[in-house]
Structure formats: C-alpha cells, structure tokens
C-alpha cells in the first residue's frame, strides 16, 4: 500500500462549479496537512496546510481533514480558468520532518 | 524580493557527463531540498540538508551529490552514474521555527542529448 493515495484525475469542470480533490494516507506520523499549486512548468506554491482534524478555509479554498479515517480533500468554490493547475497533496512527518506527495490531480476549469 | 531562485530554466546533459543545479534562497531558512519529479508521479526526495555542512540522503539519492557551504546555497550534482536523468528538478527551503512548510523554486529541467 502506498504511503498516499491521491484520486489521479484529470477533472475538467466549467466555469464556477465547485472541485473537489482527495488524498487518503497510511502513516500516523503525518503531523501537517498541506495543498500546493503547481502550474506548467512551474515550481508548487503552498496554498494551504493545517494541523488538526476540521475544516479550513481561505477565501475561495477549503481545506478538509479527517485524521480518524486518514483522507483530507481541497475544495474550490467558484471555480475560476486560473484554477486550472495541478493541485499536490502534501504531508510532513513528525519524526523525521520529511515530505510525502501525492501525484498530484490536474484540473481544468473550462470558461 | 525574497524567494528560490534555480538555475538554469532547462539544462542538456550528454551521456558521461557531469552536470550542476543551482540553487539560492535569501529566505535564512535553515533547511534546504531537492526533489525530482516525473509526469504522473509526486516529488521524489533526493537530499536534504538541515544546517550548513550537513546533508542527508533522501528517498532516490542514487547519482546525485549535493554541498552544502553556504546557508543561502545547495547545488545539486547529478553525476553520470545517474541512468534515467531527465526529470523536473525542484529545490525546497524551510525553516525550523515551529513553521515547518517548506516553499519551492520554479524548478530546472534536465534533458539529456
């Protein structure tokens, strides 16, 4: 079983809908829960993490975490073209403080 | 202006060679990344370094070697032992002040002739 599962994708979405993006994990020593942004070509850029079990929110973006059941999800209301990325999973273990990525889902919003 | 810079944008390397990644943060982050990334699969830890002089393999360090003399620098070499090259090479600091989150240059991409 792999250490992160990340639903692979594509999404293709219209304009203004809603997306939804899930990752389940393993490892209990995740400790912080992170999404990144990457565009073509481009390094990722953090857009949101979270420690605790609950729902987080940052404007148009709401970050999901269950530690009980091991998934969290990223939601983006109003979907915009400029979402249109692929959005990476992120997860720091306690022990070691090392990152483990999902694979990422590409997603694209259609105007 | 503080950020990663990584250069170059692309680099060629040809078979037997030696080639050097650059990377810079004017960030004071103690810590410093290489990551690899491949179409379809998440970032891949090559090494990573916690303070100056120290460095740490990752995940896939096979054919690659780092330095670590500067705070602001982390250089990654992938060497010829290194078989499967071509990849999107990512650089990554963090600091260790309670915000682990670590922050990404815009990446070079490694082809090989």
């Known amino acids: 079983q792999k250490e992160v599962e990340q639903d692979p994708g594509p999404l293709s979405v219209p304009e203004g809908a809603i997306v939804s993006l899930n990752c389940t994990y393993s490892?209990?020593?995740?400790?912080?829960f992170m999404w990144y942004r990457q565009y073509s070509r481009k390094g990722p850029e953090l857009l949101m993490y979270?420690?605790?079990?609950g729902n987080k929110e940052d404007g148009r973006f709401t970050a999901q975490v269950d530690k009980s059941s091991k998934y969290i999800s990223l939601f983006i209301r109003d979907s915009q073209p400029s979402d249109s990325a692929t959005y990476l999973c992120?997860?720091?273990?306690?022990?070691?403080?090392?990152?483990?990525f999902g694979a990422g889902t590409t997603v694209t919003v259609r105007a | 202006d503080g950020g990663i810079t990584q250069s170059p944008k692309y680099l060629f390397r040809k078979e037997g060679q030696n080639v050097t990644l650059s990377c810079e943060q004017n960030?004071?982050?103690?810590?410093m990344y290489w990551y690899r990334q491949d179409p379809g699969q998440g970032l891949r830890l090559i090494y990573y370094?916690?303070?100056?002089?120290?460095?740490q393999k990752g995940d896939i360090a096979e054919g690659y070697s780092v330095s670590r003399e500067k705070k602001e620098s982390f250089p990654l070499t992938v060497t010829s032992a290194q078989k499967n090259p071509t990849a999107f090479y990512l650089c990554?600091?963090?600091?260790?002040?309670?915000?682990?989150?670590?922050?990404f240059g815009p990446g070079t991409r490694l082809l090989v002739l």
């Open positions: 990554a600091s963090s600091s260790w002040t309670g915000d682990e989150t670590q922050y």
């Open positions: 370094s916690q303070i100056v002089n120290d460095f």
């Open positions: 490892n209990s020593a995740f400790q912080y």
């Open positions: 992120a997860f720091l273990r306690s022990n070691d403080y090392k990152l483990s």
């Open positions: 979270t420690y605790s079990s």
């Open positions: 960030l004071n982050h103690d810590a």
